[in-house]
């Protein structure tokens, strides 16, 4: 089919577009901002729209001959009063739709509560799918948490109880949610393309509290973690304590903390009658798949994603923080590749050598490797070989090189050095990564903060100068191009 996806950079798009395309289909993808699809592998299979949902004339051109629609976007960041936001996007796509004989409609919303009132944000969820329902043959999905690496819910029981050994949690906690795998989301927005417009669905695995969730969390991770639940509610408060303790903002920790006030248990009579294909996993085998991708995919795919500009700019997402300095060089990128592909070693590493030469001290004398390993050559590197305290881990020659840390840690790190072609030069994208282990991990990282941060940017900056330095006594050579 033609297949028009709304959404495409999100969360849920940006994983259904490549496995659309796998099932031969055409994908459109309708856009506010072309350039945030750079980077990603499937951006040059897909026919780009520029416009928006409260554009109809870029809408009648996304929508142009294409058979059925994923409608996958929403406006809770993105707008302060996004319930009003919602319903004029639905409303505008739904009316455009109609006119151009549009003949499905797949939407992804949220399962209500079946007693109480749901919250502001599953309400307006549930307010586009009445809109698109009623201007649209349509299917209607309403999924729990969606856990999958990267994925708001999946993240906030990750940071709670990674960083939390002791919890205070209101009573909510204790109300059951039928959580469901990403995998298994994608699956049913695929197999709806088949089945044709069916209505309302509710999607889930085995319901479990929200506790359950997080304990099952730490028994994956092999954490001890202690959860007292205490009879108050408080929402604001609780979102606000997942703000400070977890990456997810502010804004979106409250949708998600008021949607599951209420128990949110899905009825999946109807989606085991049309969908019998699907058999969702359970949550256990969600998170350790999760898990598995962060450790063994995920992160690698993230770590090669497009970067622009100059400056610093910290990220703690997906478990994982990174320290991202970025800086303009008038070298070739061969040039700055050889500048930190030879560091380490009886060179050292350029700038606080004090410093470099205290942590491996002090990693020797808790059984790590500390400094003296070394490396081999003193320009050329091999996947494999050892620098100092460092393993090398990936190296691209002329553009790449990633060094994983094997000194005693709490915790998982790694530092990698990008040179990127630019005119009238290159750029140098010098990454610290660190994945904390537990609480400990959490409070080393911050601990040693202030002192990693000068660090890191002086090793960027003499790199850059060293690079420089070299090319000015040996100008463009070999397969230099200007």
């Known amino acids: 089919m033609r297949v028009l996806v709304t959404g495409a950079t999100g969360y849920v798009g940006g994983r259904l577009v490549p496995r659309l395309l796998e099932r031969g289909h055409q994908v459109r993808v309708l856009v506010r901002d072309e350039t945030r699809l750079q980077g990603r592998p499937w951006a040059g299979q897909v026919e780009v729209v520029r416009g928006s949902l409260e554009d109809g004339e870029s809408l009648e051109r996304a929508l142009e001959g294409v058979e059925a629609a994923y409608y996958l976007v929403h406006a809770m960041l993105s707008e302060k009063n996004f319930q009003e936001a919602e319903r004029r996007q639905a409303e505008t796509f739904a009316r ?164 599951i006030l209420h128990p949110l248990v899905a009825d999946t009579h109807r989606a085991k009658a049309l969908f019998p294909q699907v058999e969702p996993i359970p949550y256990r085998k969600a998170v350790e798949l999760a898990l598995e991708r962060i450790a063994l995919g995920d992160v690698e795919t993230r770590w090669s994603g497009a970067l622009y500009g100059e400056g610093y700019r910290l990220e703690d997402q997906e478990g994982l923080i990174r320290e991202v300095r970025t800086l303009r060089a008038k070298v070739p990128p061969e040039a700055l590749f050889r500048a930190f592909s030879s560091l380490g070693g009886e060179r050292g590493w350029l700038v606080w050598g004090w410093a470099w030469a205290l942590r491996g001290l002090l990693d020797r004398m808790v059984g790590g490797p500390g400094l003296r390993r070394g490396r081999r050559h003193p320009t050329e590197l091999l996947p494999g070989e050892a620098v100092d305290f460092w393993r090398v881990e990936a190296v691209e020659p002329g553009s790449l090189l990633r060094l994983r840390a094997e000194m005693r840690l709490p915790g998982r790190a790694w530092l990698e050095w990008r040179a990127l072609p630019m005119e009238e030069g290159s750029l140098l994208v010098q990454t610290a990564y660190f994945e904390p282990k537990g609480l400990f991990g959490f409070l080393y990282w911050w601990l040693l903060y202030p002192l990693h941060r000068p660090i890191f940017s002086d090793l960027a900056r003499a790199i850059v100068r060293e690079a420089e330095a070299a090319q000015a006594k040996a100008p463009w050579s070999g397969g230099g191009a200007g």
């Open 96 to 259: 455009v739709a109609r006119e151009v004989g549009l003949g499905h409609v797949v939407y992804l919303g949220g399962l209500l509560p079946k007693e109480g009132k749901p919250s502001p944000h599953l309400e307006s969820r549930a307010r586009v799918g009445e809109v698109l329902r009623a201007y649209l043959p349509a299917t209607e999905f309403r999924a729990g948490p969606i856990v999958g690496s990267g994925s708001a819910s999946f993240e906030m029981v990750r940071y709670l109880t990674e960083r939390l050994p002791v919890m205070v949690a209101p009573r909510w906690v204790l109300n059951p949610v039928s959580p469901i795998a990403i995998r298994d989301v994608l699956a049913y927005l695929l197999l709806a393309l088949e089945r044709g417009p069916s209505g309302v669905v509710e999607i889930g695995a085995e319901p479990l509290a929200f506790k359950a969730m997080m304990e099952t969390y730490a028994e994956v991770r092999g954490l001890k973690r202690v959860i007292l639940p205490l009879p108050v509610l408080a929402p604001r408060l609780a979102a606000l304590w997942v703000g400070l303790v977890t990456p997810i903002p502010n804004r979106l920790a409250l949708p998600l903390v008021e949607g």
